[in-house]
């Protein structure tokens, strides 16, 4: 049967406000609250004993700031809470926050309130669409500060003749990023003849059959990239080892999407990729 009458409010807590109890919150750089009693909203700037007493000062989206005694009065998400002062290890936690937004995931310092350059006339060229999104995801930021552009080389069959076009110089110099760059195959050969072309020009490579290889196995939980025998296509067979969907290209750029995901940073990526990269990055940025 229903209860006609509805609950029994004498069996609940009807002193708990509408908007719940309120829970004590450390006041940890970049928390974005609620002062109750002005309606102010902002983030977490600093902490400070000012008075007798602690003080939170926040920043509202203007770049005001405002400071607040610290304690109860506050809004966290539309719920009630108590700021209290940031613990050690959350002062700790913040400072390696900052540390790492100064950093770009190459690992540089990062430049701020500076725009990016006008394209110079250098380039590096990379095979193919999968290395040009990893040199971008891991070197973007530095590549746009300095105005180098990456792009795509379909094979590398014909780069000789590709170099003596672009006709690199002293100031509009050109590197290029190999794939599966080893001795004795027919991309040393290659790489041998354009390398002759013009003395403005640098090519690099990495040893891996794909730049797939270039990203830690463990980032993926493996402990090493599964060997695909000769005559069976790389990379469906590495997602077939995966066990990830390899049926058809769609599935390989999901694949390909998952990996370049899983890489954060520089720190994620290989020796010998990175070695050639910041290389190249370094002879086309010569002024």
Do not use: N
């Amino acid at each position: 049967m229903s209860d006609r009458y509805g609950t029994d409010v004498l069996k609940t807590d009807w002193r708990v406000p509408p908007r719940g109890r309120a829970q004590e919150v450390e006041a940890e750089h970049g928390l974005v609250v609620e002062d109750v009693d002005t309606g102010w909203c902002g983030a977490v700037v600093r902490v400070e004993k000012a008075g007798g007493m602690q003080v939170v000062h926040l920043e509202d989206r203007r770049g005001r700031v405002k400071g607040f005694p610290l304690g109860p009065g506050f809004l966290l998400d539309g719920a009630p809470v108590i700021l209290t002062v940031p613990t050690a290890e959350s002062r700790a936690r913040s400072a390696a926050a900052a540390a790492a937004r100064s950093r770009t995931a190459s690992g540089s310092v990062r430049v701020t309130h500076r725009r990016a350059r006008v394209a110079s006339g250098s380039r590096i060229w990379v095979e193919g669409r999968h290395d040009a999104e990893l040199v971008e995801k891991v070197w973007g930021d530095d590549l746009r500060v300095e105005g180098v552009v990456v792009e795509m080389l379909d094979g590398i069959d014909d780069v000789a003749d590709l170099v003596r076009k672009f006709a690199p110089t002293a100031d509009r110099r050109l590197g290029v990023l190999v794939d599966h760059l080893v001795a004795g195959t027919k991309e040393t050969r290659i790489v041998a003849e354009a390398a002759r072309v013009s003395p403005h020009v640098r090519i690099l490579g990495h040893p891996y059959v794909d730049v797939w290889q270039s990203v830690k196995p463990a980032r993926l939980g493996l402990e090493a990239w599964p060997v695909i025998e000769r005559g069976r296509s790389w990379k469906h067979g590495i997602l077939a080892e995966l066990g990830w969907p390899h049926a058809s290209q769609a599935d390989v750029a999901r694949g390909w999407k998952k990996i370049l995901g899983s890489v954060r940073s520089y720190s994620d990526l290989e020796p010998t990729l990175l070695a050639s990269v910041e290389e190249l990055i370094d002879f086309v940025t010569v002024t």
